[in-house]
């Protein structure tokens, strides 16, 4: 299969990924395209597939209430032979759809420089603006100059730098409420109340992406028994994740809220017996433009402390934060973390930008390795 001089495409077709029968040879796929990657993100890599592999009951349940579980859907470029030789992968940001990430688009080498990458985003980018989705948002490694000739031709620009960062193992920290030597902020758990700040925070720190928050489903939640399907399974993904997961706040003098830090554990919990949990606690971490260092490492000694070595299980804790926040970086990095990778954040506004047209002879970027 191979493309000629005016860039027209090979053959094929574009059509959804049938998940979770496809999960295998998506696994596959990706494994394949990836093998050049860094030893830090084969690690990560490694970890997303395994987890990725094990979602077959994750879709059963979606399919009995839907846009409950942010799982991954997406398109796929079938090649003659009917083989898998393409694929985007796409999942929801926040409640409602609204912002999406695209997960990974890769297409197999052999069947690459002949634009099905294009296609294969100008089918996710299409189905997600019939959704109603606002924004699409995704990362791309800085030495990925041809995927990132794709999304640029898309509309996407760039607008960070995204770092990741990785604690070796989460140990002992002050347990100190208080930055040391400081009454100015206090450290203590996330309270119910907490959640319109922090919503105003996040708006804050990421100002690419509007505030788009929704209830839960929408309007379109559905009435009597998928209703109480929802509620149940809504319960359910709750107690999860109040077992997996220790979430904190610091606050100034006057209570307003500075930062948020939470950190999903997964070691004896529902989700670590089925086998979908990743080998290491990820932590999420916001903080509000104008950050005090001191506020920022009493929070993160605090989450540290609270959230360490249990049964004499130690794992590594990950976390991504913005190159924009160097008060994170440098806060990060004092209480043990260890920067591995930088990433540019690439993001689309769908309501204003149109869909692509494809034209023979036009840019033909090869698909991306993210």
């Not at 019939?130 to 041809?146: D, I, K, S």
């Not at 400081?182 to 907490?194: I, K, L, P, W």
Request: charged content about 25%; aromatic content about 4%; glycine content about 8%.
């Amino acid at each position: 299969m191979s493309a000629d001089r005016n860039g027209r495409i090979g053959a094929g077709e574009v059509r959804p990924l049938q998940l979770p029968r496809e999960l295998e040879a998506l696994v596959t796929l990706l494994r394949e395209v990836h093998t050049d990657a860094s030893a830090w993100r084969r690690q990560r890599l490694d970890d997303e597939l395994a987890l990725l592999s094990r979602l077959h009951l994750a879709y059963r349940l979606a399919r009995w209430v839907p846009r409950t579980l942010p799982l991954p859907t997406g398109w796929g470029w079938e090649d003659r032979q009917g083989r898998l030789a393409g694929v985007v992968l796409i999942r929801p940001l926040r409640p409602g759809g609204t912002v999406q990430l695209i997960d990974h688009l890769a297409v197999r080498p052999p069947a690459r420089q002949q634009g099905i990458g294009r296609r294969l985003l100008a089918a996710a980018l299409g189905a997600l603006r019939r959704q109603g989705a606002l924004v699409a948002t995704l990362e791309v490694e800085p030495g990925n100059v041809m995927a990132q000739r794709l999304y640029i031709a898309a509309g996407f620009r760039v607008v960070d730098e995204a770092i990741d960062l990785v604690h070796p193992a989460a140990g002992e920290q002050s347990r100190s409420s208080r930055a040391e030597g400081s009454t100015e902020f206090t450290v203590r758990g996330y309270r119910r109340a907490d959640f319109a700040p922090l919503q105003r925070l996040t708006d804050a720190a990421i100002p690419w992406i509007p505030g788009t928050t929704t209830t839960f489903n929408g309007s379109v939640v559905a009435r009597g028994l998928q209703a109480a399907r929802t509620a149940t399974i809504r319960r359910l993904v709750d107690l999860i994740r109040a077992q997996e997961r220790r979430s904190y706040v610091v606050t100034g003098v006057a209570g307003d809220l500075l930062a948020f830090a939470e950190i999903t554990q997964a070691i004896r919990t529902p989700a670590a017996l089925l086998g979908l949990a990743p080998r290491y606690h990820r932590l999420r971490l916001i903080g509000a433009p104008d950050l005090p260092a001191t506020a920022a490492t009493a929070l993160l000694s605090v989450a540290l402390a609270n959230s360490g070595p249990r049964s004499g299980r130690p794992r590594p804790t990950l976390t991504t934060v913005s190159a924009r926040h160097p008060t994170l970086v440098r806060a990060l990095e004092q209480v043990g973390f260890i920067p591995r990778e930088k990433r540019h954040r690439l993001v689309l506004d769908l309501a204003a930008q149109q869909p692509e047209i494809v034209t023979p002879g036009s840019l033909r970027p090869a698909a991306s390795r993210r």
